[in-house]
């Protein structure tokens, strides 16, 4: 069964960091597209980064420079480390898994639960 | 970067009705589009992908249509667990941004 959990959010001051975590089970990681998205409190959700199983990356552009995704492969967990953190920041942060399938669109078939980030002196 | 624009933003319909929703891109993206319900504290799930197909599980009531930039999400006949928040998101990007549409919020009449 696949799976995948959060964990690493919590309340931050401005300017600050935080590493998120995401543990997968039932699959690869390495050898998925791995995504992370974000849904301000209230709001609708935000495409932040993703890393491709070749391990290519890309952000956001209002993540680009302060946020770093990566994974380990031997844990099978994907990360993101975020940098000088903003009041803006906040939110909930999900993980989702693109299956890789030859010239199909890496749509996210599965999420985690979220972990929230708040963002506040 | 290609916006998404969802309409009507939110809707208020009863159980047994048909419910459309639009997404709109601002340029073509094939088909290369995906829906997505979400329950409030809960985390996305997909139910269409290719704009079209019906991912495994979920109930024949949805479908989506379109191509290019003007796609539709209908559920057939509203049941009581469908009432949630709508959104779509584009992959015809590269490199990305994925972008998602602002959301369609669907209430009990």
């Known amino acids: 069964e696949v799976q995948l959990v959060e964990s690493g959010g919590g309340l931050v001051q401005p300017g600050g960091s935080l590493r998120l975590s995401c543990a997968a089970s039932?699959?690869?990681?390495?050898?998925?597209?791995m995504s992370w998205v974000r849904q301000a409190p209230g709001k609708g959700l935000e495409w932040v980064s993703v890393?491709?199983?070749?391990?290519?990356?890309y952000y956001a552009d209002s993540v680009k420079g302060r946020f770093t995704i990566s994974r380990d492969n031997s844990k099978n967990t994907l990360y993101l480390q975020m940098n000088s953190l903003r009041a803006e920041d906040t939110a909930v942060y999900y993980c989702?898994?693109?299956?890789?399938?030859?010239?199909?669109?890496?749509?996210?078939?599965?999420w985690g639960q979220g972990t929230l980030v708040t963002v506040s002196s | 970067a290609i916006q998404l624009t969802q309409s009507p933003s939110s809707l208020s319909a009863s159980v047994g009705d048909r419910v459309t929703i639009t997404c709109r891109a601002s340029?073509?993206?094939?088909?290369?589009l995906a829906w997505y319900q979400q329950k409030p504290g809960k985390a996305p799930k997909l139910l269409i992908y290719?704009?079209?197909s019906l991912e495994s599980g979920v109930p024949s009531r949805f479908s989506g249509s379109g191509s290019g930039t003007d796609f539709t999400l209908t559920i057939s006949s509203l049941q009581p667990e469908d009432f949630a928040t709508y959104y779509c998101?584009?992959?015809?990007?590269?490199?990305?941004?994925?972008?998602f549409g602002q959301g369609t919020k669907l209430e009990i009449k």
């Open positions: 989702a898994r693109s299956v890789v399938v030859a010239a199909t669109p890496p749509y996210f078939d599965y």
């Open positions: 998101q584009q992959f015809n990007s590269y490199p990305p941004p994925y972008t």
């Open positions: 039932g699959f690869t990681v390495s050898s998925n597209y």
């Open positions: 890393i491709y199983s070749g391990g290519s990356t």
């Open positions: 290719d704009a079209s």
């Open positions: 340029q073509g993206i094939s088909s290369a």
